[in-house]
């Protein structure tokens, strides 16, 4: 490993970083203790953690974190979330300006705004500027309404151009990689999600007998993205049809209070509970028999979409009910750890029923934790990274050799 003064420089801006346990935040840390244990010097631009005072620190692995005084908003709809960031990006760019000259600058998708600071500093500072696109901007914007008026149209404009002008666009996904590719934008790489394996362990099994009760599982992110009012509908139908079917919703969002207030007229079908991590999200997983993984259908970005959540599900002993399509169906699939649904409340109003008619149906085996470990360990992502970074800088600079190694 080189030293930190010959040590090849990475200048990382995310809206979500280590404590937070954000999936974007838990793929990141992966990525930046693979990126040092190839020899690379980290620094970090984040948004300032909850119960987290320091603005400059060592992380765990050896990296710098510089913290913004922007704390990233749980709540409050899009207007928030995009002030937020919008504060964010801003104090990134004198921090970026003022840290040690980095060999290249990353910026990660969302927040959207970070793009804009990302492309500043590499242009300020003669970088090379890689793209992380978590989603499928602009087109999850379309699908979103976002485009309508002038600053929807304004940062469609914005992202577009810095997918074009990127020496590499990274996708999470296959599909909007070559949609990438389509519109000419010829440097995409791959480098889907995961989970780190050694921080999951399998739960026990939880085998059901004829007559016991079906417990259904979301954890998660109670967002647009999700159309989870179709839960809360099935739930409510499903009192009368298979009365031993038990919902249960635990998480946070912008549609939380909606949720909530459907909840209440539909004669509350689902229990409803706050957001928790760690251990507790753990003894959630192990009350469930079914846990839902879900994207609204009506947004065609998400047929390239797989929700980082699904490897977790998949990786922790429980059977996967997956209401998504596209790359994410593909995904439960080929790992065998639960069923595809389709996309309507009658379609899972008959998926749950019959899941509690047969107590064999939830049954899991650990072949879909297998799949995961073949295919989407975070360990690996690491590495991969950097040898992605290694290449751009070289490119830029038109050598031939691994760059200040």
């Keep these: ?65 510089l913290r913004t005084r922007s704390r990233r908003a749980e709540s409050g709809g899009r207007n928030a979330r995009f002030a937020d960031a919008v504060i964010h990006a801003i104090q990134s760019i004198p921090l970026g300006l003022a840290a040690t000259r980095p060999d290249v600058v990353v910026a990660t998708v969302p927040a959207l ?17 890689v793209l992380e696109m978590r989603d499928a901007w602009p087109d999850l914007a379309r699908d979103a309404g976002l485009r309508s008026g002038p600053l929807g149209r304004l940062m469609e404009r914005i992202v577009g151009g810095a997918q074009r002008r990127a020496d590499l666009v990274v ?40 007559g016991d009760e079906l417990h259904v599982l979301y954890l998660g992110n109670h967002g647009e993205s999700q159309g989870l009012e179709r839960l809360v509908e099935a739930a409510a139908r499903l009192r009368s049809r298979a009365p031993g079917v038990r919902v249960r919703m635990v998480g946070s969002g912008t549609r939380r209070e909606e949720l909530l207030a459907l909840n209440r007229r539909r004669g509350e079908p689902v229990e409803m509970l706050d957001a928790v991590h760690g251990q507790a999200a753990r003894e959630h997983y192990a009350w469930a ?111 031939f050799s691994r760059p200040r190694i």
């Design 289 to 399: 028999d079914t846990v839902m993984v879900c994207l609204r259908p009506d947004w065609a970005s998400f047929l390239h979409t797989v929700p980082s959540k699904t490897y977790e599900l998949l990786s922790i002993g429980r059977h996967v009910t997956a209401q998504i399509q596209g790359e994410a169906a593909a995904v439960v699939e080929a790992a065998g750890g639960g069923d595809v649904v389709g996309p309507t409340v009658d379609d899972l109003v008959a998926h749950l029923e019959a899941l509690w008619a047969d107590p064999a149906s939830t049954r899991t085996t650990g072949a879909a934790r297998g799949w995961v470990a073949s295919h989407a360990d975070l360990s690996t992502i690491g590495h991969r990274y950097a040898e992605l970074l290694s290449r751009t800088v070289l490119r830029r600079r038109g050598r």
């Design 171 to 210: 996708t999470v996904t296959a599909g909007f990689a070559e949609t990438l590719r389509a519109r000419g934008i010829a440097c995409v790489e791959t480098l889907g999600n995961g989970v780190a394996l050694d921080a999951i362990p399998a739960l026990p099994p939880r085998d059901r007998r004829p």
């Design 113 to 129: 705004p970070t793009v804009v600071a990302g492309r500043a500093l590499a242009v300020l500072r003669r970088l090379p500027l």
């Design 1 to 65: 490993m080189a030293d930190r003064e010959t040590a090849p420089r990475v200048l990382l801006l995310t809206h979500s970083y280590a404590p937070e346990a954000t999936p974007p935040a838990r793929r990141w840390e992966a990525i930046v203790r693979g990126l040092v244990a190839e020899g690379w010097s980290v620094t970090v631009l984040a948004p300032g953690a909850p119960d987290h005072a320091a603005r400059s620190e060592r992380g765990e692995h050896g990296e710098t974190v």
